[in-house]
């Protein structure tokens, strides 16, 4: 699979870790995730509620996962961003 601008986007997003809430943005980071699993580590919502100290019990809407870039990743981003210039 090709990275595209969507994917690389989204990835910015990440870089610092994020709570994923829309649909899009989860479908993309699966994405990324399947063919290129070494740029971004994703958690399920046990661990998420962990490392946010939130609860996600269903009351409100759910998150689809939390996701932070590797340092592979991040390392792919700038050389785009740098490639972009």
């Known amino acids: 699979m ?4 969507e994917h690389i986007e989204v990835m910015g997003t990440i ?3 994020a709570t994923i809430w829309g649909y899009k943005e ?15 580590d994703i958690i ?4 998420l ?7 996600f ?6 998150p689809y996962f939390g ?7 991040r ?3 700038r050389v785009v961003r740098l490639k972009q210039r």
Request: aromatic share 6%; hydrophobic share 35%; proline share 0%.
């Open 44 to 47: 399920g919502l046990h661990e």
């Open 2 to 5: 090709k990275i595209t601008e």
């Open 57 to 62: 019990d269903g009351a409100d809407q759910l």
């Open 75 to 77: 390392e792919f981003i």
């Open 26 to 40: 989860a479908r993309l980071l699966r994405e990324v995730q399947k063919f290129h699993s070494e740029f971004v």
């Open 67 to 73: 996701a932070i870039l590797t340092g592979m990743g």
């Open 49 to 55: 509620e962990q490392v946010t100290g939130e609860k």
């Open 15 to 17: 870089e610092n870790g």
